[in-house]
């Protein structure tokens, strides 16, 4: 399985509200600006699965390599990134997930497990501007109507 990382951060939300800072799971993990994280159950952690989809957190705003880095890692909720894509056509508001064999995200079949909407429109795109929004994709966050 390979990590699901951003190759950039071209914008974050709100300085105050867009973010959050959390502890990292386990203390030996290497986190990397960029990587897309999942909150498991005491701290954050790098996603390996597209179903992680339902922990998803957001993207990584500390670089934190091992024991020896920061404990508390602060996590963009909402961001504008450039990452790896699967070979293919992608349109503006195309949703998105998470394919764990190669790191990449892909269209998501049918909306299961997304994680990010695409912000262009390209063909044979191996790379995509992307929005990241956790609180809009109401599964960590559910907002009553």
């Given at each position: ?16 509200f ?61 961001a ?38 695409s ?7 191996t ?19």
């Amino acid at each position: 399985m390979a990590d699901l990382k951003a190759s950039a951060i071209l914008q974050y939300g709100d300085p105050i509200f867009g973010r959050l800072v959390l502890a990292k799971k386990t203390a030996g993990d290497d986190l990397q600006i960029g990587d897309f994280l999942n909150f498991a159950s005491t701290g954050v952690e790098k996603m390996n699965a597209a179903t992680d989809d339902a922990t998803f957190i957001g993207v990584c705003g500390t670089l934190s390599e091992d024991a020896d880095g920061p404990d508390q890692i602060m996590v963009y909720l909402k961001a504008i990134v450039e990452v790896p894509t699967e070979s293919a056509t992608y349109i503006p508001g195309q949703s998105l997930s998470m394919n764990a064999s190669n790191g990449t995200l892909e269209t998501a079949s049918p909306d299961a497990n997304t994680i990010a909407h695409s912000l262009e429109y390209k063909t044979s795109a191996t790379s995509l501007k992307v929005l990241v929004d956790v609180v809009s994709l109401q599964k960590l966050f559910s907002v009553a109507a």
